[in-house]
């Protein structure tokens, strides 16, 4: 229900946006997010917007260089990321959850898509 894309490989310094196409169900009326996860690592908060796009939320280590956005018209929520670096290399996923009460734990979102791999080369 959840489908991501846009993943790659970018050399450092450069940009990339992701995409999260949802299908099956109305997710418009849910907070959305993504996550990410490298080798060997937790899965880690990265960023969430608010069901109404109003209200935007980032980690801190991406603050300023990655925005997320959506447009329910389109059933898609959009991460775009620049200044890339290194260590940003990870499986990214996006995700939806049913509840407006801000959460940067992977146990509080309901829907899970499948990852997109990011390579970011030094």
């Known amino acids: 229900q959840l489908q991501a894309s846009g993943g790659g490989l970018v050399q450092a310094g450069g940009s990339l946006r992701l995409s999260c196409a949802a299908s099956?169900?109305?997710?418009?009326?849910?907070?959305m997010g993504w996550f990410r996860q490298a080798p060997g690592k937790e899965r880690e908060f990265v960023a969430r917007i608010s069901w109404s796009g109003s209200s935007t939320y980032y980690a801190d280590s991406v603050k300023g260089r990655f925005t997320i956005s959506r447009d329910d018209a389109k059933n898609t929520v959009y991460l775009q990321m620049n200044s890339l670096k290194p260590e940003d290399t990870a499986v990214y996923y996006c995700?939806?959850?049913?509840?407006?009460?801000?959460?940067?734990?992977?146990?509080?979102?309901?829907?899970w898509g499948q990852g997109t791999q990011v390579t970011v080369s030094s």
């Open positions: 995700a939806a959850d049913t509840s407006p009460v801000l959460a940067v734990t992977r146990g509080e979102y309901d829907y």
């Open positions: 099956g169900r109305t997710f418009s009326s849910y907070d």
